[in-house]
């Protein structure tokens, strides 16, 4: 029964979070997906502004959240100030083309994955958190993948069949990347955040005088 309460108890604290750090990877996505600039320093620009945002959360989520689970309770601190560096990186290195981009996003996402991947993996039987946070690090790890294995020099010339003009580039596919992988991970935690919050919820009393199931 203890356990119960306590279960009930970290979801009622922890359920805003996921929720929160949904709304920047949605807006930012939403801005990818109907923006026709993919330039690599539009996309750190973007990524910046979701990161800020999402580091924020996490630092608020690691000292205000979890003080009941001292291990995640560090991790997500940690991956919170990855997550803020990584901002400012963002920042400080729009202008220097894709190798920039490229360079940000993998380090980010290797590193901020890894962290939560194992976060989860480490917190299976006892956090009622630990597969929202395995599958996000694994979703964020992909990320790094897929930006690794598409080239640099990527280009195709658009047209024939695709009655559409123009060169597609590694750039424009690496920011779509990013953009798909934010508008992903931003379901996934309002679906995690929403069933967090539900679950806290207790059943009604039966009037005096009504059965019992």
Not at 50 to 76: E, H, Q, Y
Not at 120 to 146: E, H, K, M, Q, Y
Not at 172 to 181: D, E, R, T
Request: hydrophobic residues 55%.
């Amino acid at each position: 029964m203890s356990d119960s309460v306590d279960d009930s108890g970290q979801r009622a604290r922890y359920w805003p979070i996921p929720v929160l750090r949904a709304v920047p990877a949605a807006i930012v996505a939403l801005v990818i997906t109907f923006s026709s600039n993919h330039a690599a320093g539009y996309g750190l620009l973007l990524f910046g502004g979701f990161a800020v945002v999402d580091g924020l959360v996490l630092l608020a989520a690691g000292t205000t959240r979890l003080t009941a689970d001292d291990r995640s309770r560090r991790t997500t601190t940690a991956q919170a100030v990855l997550t803020l560096v990584a901002a400012i990186a963002a920042f400080a290195c729009n202008g220097l083309g894709l190798p920039a981009f490229i360079a940000v996003i993998v380090a980010w996402a290797v590193l901020t994955g890894a962290l939560e991947l194992t976060q989860g993996l480490r917190a299976r039987r006892r956090s009622p958190f630990a597969r929202d946070w395995t599958t996000i690090g694994g979703l964020t790890l992909l990320l790094a993948v897929a930006f690794l294995v598409t080239p640099p020099d990527y280009s195709q010339q658009l047209g024939g069949v695709e009655q559409v003009t123009g060169t597609l580039d590694a750039s424009i596919v690496l920011v779509g990347l990013l953009g798909a992988y934010l508008a992903v991970t931003a379901v996934f935690h309002v679906i995690a955040g929403l069933s967090h919050k539900w679950g806290t919820a207790a059943p009604a009393a039966a009037p005096d005088g009504a059965p019992h199931a």
